[in-house]
């Protein structure tokens, strides 16, 4: 089936298997390998992009289903130098391994979208449907609280 | 936000410091390489078909149908291999383990659900799935063994015929006059300790890719490992091709935890599989198949006695330990309990130890090394056993630890099991701990929380372990060296190329500044290099929390190297004598004048263009160093955790975590942090949530993230981290290694949280994980609850 998808601006066409998902047309057809796929359930939130905005896991969508959509992945977060939200994570180290950290970072940014000045609690919240399994979440916390005062301080 | 106390002051222009490298931003920006991401054209995709079984014959295997299908390349099974490559034998033995054959893919037998049988090659991924629901097998299903307990039982169905039972070896330590001490006891504290099988999880699943070149006769093989060079002498010995032609690569790596510190069977077949085909071949792991094929942790039952005197101090400790190790050894699965049994007497000066130990076959996958490996269980039926005798004795759980802690004079330290604790500072650190809790207002307020019938506990948890893997008398795999290249380039950049394989503990940042401090040069100017055999020198690789203890003091001892080789080259282009010269700020300078200098740069070009050197001298600023530890190092700590439970469901809510670790020397307190809090996090996710669990037929309950409770970002708290320094005499940067601390403190702090919680009920004990209906239930079962 004809698929046609906005991926950070640029437009993606093929000709997929129905059956395949959407983080793989992501990483195979667009080879955009900054989603990352952690599990097959669902639970891990490594696969996370923004689906016209909001945010999705990718591995438990169809290709197809995202025809005519615009996705945003961490490829596109920034195109000149590092977004405020990934300056934050390295500056803090919000990450190790680094393989839940796009989904942790796109999650934080449609976060700071609606809530510029979250708690930590809020934060936490907003990560629940994405997993770390190396930084026990405090430093990432962090980050994102960090990244939410530096964007206010320069009014972005 | 959390409140990070940074009491010790750092102790170079780089090293003690709290920064991150600036220039490296990929794995923020999506362009790190997983091994996923690494594409080769004309890549055929492996699937495995693997046993659903526990224990059974296989009668029949057909794969006709699945061959036939369109888009499949090939298919192998075990019988393809015979002759070729069978068995993978593991590295860390008992004198009297039993060592069963281990094959690549099972042929006529299968011992555990996931085991390996066929492996499909297909154009794609999909197919390849497709191609597995195809294979035919036919199985003739076999008693299984699935609790150890049972298992040690005469009459008990056996994993493996040719072994007489299902032990599969056995290991003893006695110290001491054990009798002795327990009939001086005037108590004995008796407990039985389950410590669970868990998964290691790391986020990226295991992934392997690899590629013959046929024309150089070059074997690459990319994969998710944390030891690229123990994996390429493996591989060698197993395929039969020389070292030299075969380059293994980590590249990014997406954690680890031990899980992927082994040769596994997959590692071994894929390279094969490249070489028979010609092409590119690739397998990506699914969490489903990770959960059941990749090494567990843990999963001990410990039988403990102590031995105490009416005024707490501990004269004997004796464990039996049981130690499931499913039902193949891998690489280190014996040797992890015998860790357990070093370490079981902790921080304290216990005159005698006993500790017998038997592993024990059941038809499950194989434990083997997951963060802390043997120590945290060392720790976690110590320090439970410690806070029920004060609960017997009615004494101070802080007390008791103090009046039995080995005193900071005492060191260094010969143990009942004979290793030599380096230096230790134990009673201060806990002071500190106890201190930055609050731990008399603590106690003050869990008096009036129970007098309100509230459920408030107070657990403590104080450890020592070793790390920095180690001494070559104690024959750790690969030899427990490790080694590193330093180079200045010609236009004084720096490259560091490092045989550890670090994925994530941020040894990039402190190699970085280790070279950037030796060598008087900007930190961002200093790149490091590791994982790829092909470009790092031997190396063994990560684990054992040696990077920067072991691998750091080879950056160390190269920049030293390049440091003196430098000073002679200033000298000479200064024409005065070596000794005079000193390296500041990027220059080396005369100590007479400071105003005759040249820079490293200028150094650096007189080196490679060798035309001003010393008589005598060679070119170039490029130094190798082997560090091999003549100790180990313990490093050690406390924790506090508070908790509260609530009493009609039984959740467990913590209220504060509070860690002081000590681990010596730090380089980097931002990364030290985030190995102590990511340590945390696992220890307290075994402690609440996670657990293995193969049912009666050993099929594996828990077998996805869907059930197995992998804790989220609301399910812990935040940690309030210090440390005390107490360098270690076993390497010269005085570094203890961390990288394992959190996990090891965690847990035992929790539990005994939870217990101190539920001592109005009389509870004296409860298994982990501590899920709400368990403790909810443990509650109601009490009469002192109605
Ligand atoms: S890959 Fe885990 S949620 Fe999508
Ligand atoms: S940084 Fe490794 S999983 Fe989050």
Redesign the pocket.
Known sequence: MQVKVKINGKEYQDDVEPRMLLVHFIREKARLTGTHIGCDTGNCGACTVLFNGRTIKSCLMLAVQANGAEIMTIEGLSTNGLHPIQDAFLEKFG???????SG?ILSAYVLLQSNPQPTDHEIREALEGN?????GYQQ?VESISYAATKMKEAGK | MAQIKQTIKPNGKYMGRRIMRKEDPRLLSGKGAYVDDIHLPNTAHVAFLRSEHANARITKLDISRARALAGVIQIVTGADLRGVVENIPPMGVLPDLFVPQHPVLATDRVRYVGEPIAAVLAENPYIAQDALELIHVEYDPLPVVVEMEKAIEPGSPLVHEQSKSNVAGTFKLDSGDIERAFRKADRIVTGRFVNQRVAPM??EARAVQADYQAGEKMLTVWSATQIPHLLRSSLSRLLKVPENRLRVIAPDV??AFGGKLNVYREEVLLPLLAMRLGRPVKWIETRRENMRAMIHGRDQINYVELAVTKDGRMLGLKCRTLADIGAYPQMLTAAIPTLTAIMATGCYKIPALSFELTDVFTNKMATDAYRGAGRPEATYLIERIVDMAAAELKMDPAEIRSRNFLKSSEFPFTTPSGLIYDSGNYKTCMDKALDLAGYNKLRQQQERARKQGRLMGIGLSTYVEICAMGPATSDPPGGGWESATVRIEPSGKVTVLSGASPH?QGEETTYAQIAADQLSVPFDDVTVIHGDTASVPPGVGTFGSRNTAVGGTAVYMSAQKIRTKMEAIAANLLEINPKNIVLRDGTLQSKLNPKKSVSVREVARAAYTAKKLPPGMEPGLSETSFFSPKNYTFPFGTHVCVVEVERETGEVKIIKYVAMDDCGKVINPMTVEGQVQGGIAQGLGQALYEEIIYDDNGQLVTGSLMDYAFPKATQLPEYICDRTETPTTSNPLGVKGVGEAGTIGATPALVNAVVDALAPYGIQHLDMPLKPEKVWRTIEEKPEAR
Do not use: A, D, H, S
């Open positions: 990450f190790q391994c680094g393989y839940c950290t942790m997993l770390c399994m190396c930084t990432i | 790391p986020m997406g954690g994530g």
